[in-house]
C-alpha cells in the first residue's frame, strides 16, 4: 500500500493552509483566461493550475473552480455529479473519494477551506 499513490515526479509542497475561500473566490479559480484554476475536495481546495487537465478544455475542466468531491467518489465526470456533498454515497464510492484526497494531497498544494463547507469529514 505504501506508495500507491506516489507521484512519478517528486512533489515539493508547501504547508497546507487553512485560509478560508469564499464560493465566490473557488468559482472565480477556473482555469478561464490563464487565471488560477482551484478544485476543492471534502472542503479543501487544491490548486491544479499546472495541470493541463484541469484548464479550459482539459479533461476534469468540469471540476474546475467547484467542490467536486461526489463525482470524485462516483469517478464522474457528469456535470450533475460536481457537487460538495458525498455523504450519501455507498461505502466503496466513499473509499474511492478518500484515495482522491490521497492522490491530490501529494501532488498539490492545499491552498485554503472553502468558507462554511459542512462536507469536510
Known amino acids: 500500500m505504501t ?8 512533489v515539493n509542497l508547501d504547508p497546507p493552509k487553512d485560509d478560508p475561500i469564499s464560493p465566490d473566490e473557488l468559482a472565480k479559480a477556473n482555469g478561464i483566461d490563464g487565471g488560477r484554476c482551484y478544485v476543492a475536495i471534502k472542503g479543501k481546495v487544491y490548486d491544479v493550475t499546472g495541470n493541463k487537465a484541469y484548464q479550459p478544455g482539459g479533461s476534469y475542466h468540469i471540476f474546475a473552480g467547484k467542490d467536486a468531491s461526489r463525482a470524485l467518489g462516483k469517478t464522474s465526470t457528469k456535470p450533475e455529479d460536481v457537487q460538495a456533498d458525498w455523504h450519501d454515497l455507498e461505502d466503496k464510492e466513499k473509499s474511492t473519494l478518500d484515495d482522491w484526497v490521497t492522490f ?5 498544494n492545499i491552498v485554503g477551506v472553502v468558507e462554511g463547507a459542512t462536507n469536510m469529514e
Open 3 to 10: 506508495g500507491k499513490f506516489e507521484p512519478k515526479v517528486p
Open 104 to 108: 491530490f494531497s501529494k501532488r498539490y
